[in-house]
């Protein structure tokens, strides 16, 4: 590769973050759409309207995302906001409605800024929109050549969504720092990979020593130190590193274990990304024979009651049950650049072995 541009998402966080909006996007033109998840417009649209008082801004729409982020919503929602002369447009909620707006900017090829209303994804700051099908299954991953201009991170309004969103945010993160090294692994990375997955290193520490804290914060829906250093490494330091490392180091075994287990009819209804993710971390550690890390990573999921086990997400322990969930591990696009191979007798002996451990720390 003899060039390449890195892009990042300017950020401003805190519990008045939808303040600085004004300011802000007013370069980006006068006339946005707001796109965003159902519950998250209710809870912060007042508060952004609030913040555009007195400006130049005028919020042309508010448009629900929809139910999940499909090139069928995108492109219907870019063909109605084509129409509307839209300068810019800004996304609220979580990943899938902020992956949703982000597929319209880049449809319009108009910036984008994101509102995140809770944590638990770094979708708010990534060049990527994760896309399913329209019967809820993984499809693709949808690239753009830039991220978000801005995210905005009001500390606020997630510390009053429900701490599950906060917890699964903590699985994905911790799983950026074992997959990047992972897949990273025995290669020549260039400056930007490099550097992107040194930062990973911020996915993992900061969350085991202020995760506990920072769900009870949430909790109590305050605003705290705690809360905060994890609500920057679930979007900020997650978000660089995905945007900094080369896309064969974006992801391994841990979401790979998701979306196979995500061919299964109700399952992304009943167990949150995040969450399963964490789970695929420890299948990946015990594939890579880490045991020890292993370990200390199994008794930290257990004191935020995530899935340790398979029972725990409601999946039978069966080999046969499972053929189409291992196959689509084995096949899915994260596991497209490893060290080595991995097989579906690989990860079925790797579940088998998170299983053991489950059960001797019953």
Do not use: W
Request: charged share 20%; hydrophobic share 40%.
């Amino acid at each position: 590769m003899s060039e390449y541009t890195v892009s990042f998402t300017n950020y401003t966080i805190g519990a008045d973050a939808y303040g600085s909006f004004g300011k802000i996007c007013e370069k980006l033109g006068k006339r946005f759409v707001l796109i965003g998840g159902k519950t998250a417009l209710s809870k912060g649209i007042e508060k952004l309207t609030a913040s555009i008082q007195g400006t130049d801004l005028v919020m042309a729409a508010c448009i629900e995302a929809g139910k999940d982020c499909t090139y069928s919503r995108i492109h219907e929602l870019s063909e109605q906001i084509g129409k509307l002369g839209a300068d810019f447009i800004a996304g609220m909620g979580g990943g899938k409605a902020l992956d949703t707006a982000k597929g319209v900017a880049c449809d319009l090829q108009i910036p984008v800024v994101t509102l995140p209303t809770i944590a638990a994804t770094c979708a708010a700051a990534t060049a990527l929109s994760v896309v399913y099908r329209e019967d809820g299954s993984f499809e693709s991953f949808y690239y753009f050549d830039k991220p978000a201009v801005h995210a905005f991170i009001d500390t606020q309004i997630i510390a009053e969504a429900p701490d599950c969103y906060l917890r699964a945010g903590m699985g994905d993160t911790i799983a950026k720092h074992f997959e990047c090294h992972l897949s990273a692994r025995g290669d020549e990375l260039d400056h930007s990979s490099y550097m992107g997955r040194e930062i990973s290193n911020l996915c993992y520490e900061p969350v085991l020593a202020y995760g506990q804290q920072a769900m009870e914060d949430c909790r109590n829906h305050q605003v705290t130190a705690a809360l905060t250093q994890v609500v920057l490494a679930n979007v900020v330091s997650t978000g660089m590193v995905s945007l900094m490392v080369h896309d064969d180091y974006n992801g391994a075994i841990a979401h790979s274990v998701f979306y196979g287990l995500a061919v299964l009819p109700g399952f992304e209804e009943n167990n949150l990304h995040g969450d399963v993710v964490a789970y695929g971390v420890l299948v990946q550690l015990a594939v890579d024979g880490q045991m020890e890390e292993m370990g200390r990573l199994y008794r930290f999921l257990t004191e935020l009651s995530m899935p340790v086990k398979l029972d725990d997400m409601g999946i039978k322990n069966d080999r046969g049950e499972m053929a189409e969930v291992l196959a689509e591990i084995v096949q899915g696009p994260d596991l497209k650049h490893m060290p080595y191979q991995v097989t579906e007798d690989i990860i079925f002996e790797a579940m088998q072995q998170v299983e053991k451990l489950s059960a001797e720390n019953l």
